[in-house]
Nanobody, 128 residues
């Protein structure tokens, strides 16, 4: 049984920082890519960042590039999302997700529909 458990969300002032964690269990994830997505009220779920568990190559949405950093700890089976210079528009529920990496990875890593496993989400609220 695959489980993804997010933690680390909270309320922070604009300009502040948070670190989100996603603890993965239930299988070997070396062949998986991990994504972070977010969803604000009334909006569609959007891609934030992704990382390939093997090799560690990272990918970011333009809106968060240079502010957010995705990383992984193979020993702990945990993926992190460091959020810096937060803005009110970053307010959303943040989800981590897992998908098997194939040769077509670059065509689908941004698409939340492609992901097979999801965490329950963690709320990030940024006040102005």
């Amino acid at each position: 049984q695959v489980q993804l458990v997010e933690s680390g969300g909270g309320l922070v002032q604009a300009g502040g920082s948070l670190r989100l964690s996603c603890a993965a269990s239930g299988r070997t994830f070396s062949r998986y890519g991990m994504g972070w997505f977010r969803q604000a009220p009334g909006k569609e779920r959007e891609f934030v960042a992704a990382i390939r568990w093997s090799g560690g190559r990272t990918y970011y949405a333009d809106s968060v590039k240079d502010r957010f950093t995705i990383s992984r700890d193979n020993a702990e089976n945990t993926v992190y999302l460091q959020l810096n210079s937060l803005k009110p528009e970053d307010t959303a529920v943040y989800y981590c997700a897992a998908v098997l990496v194939t040769s077509a990875w670059v065509t689908y890593y941004r698409n939340y529909v492609a992901y097979d496993f999801w965490g329950q989400g963690t709320q990030v609220t940024v006040s102005s």
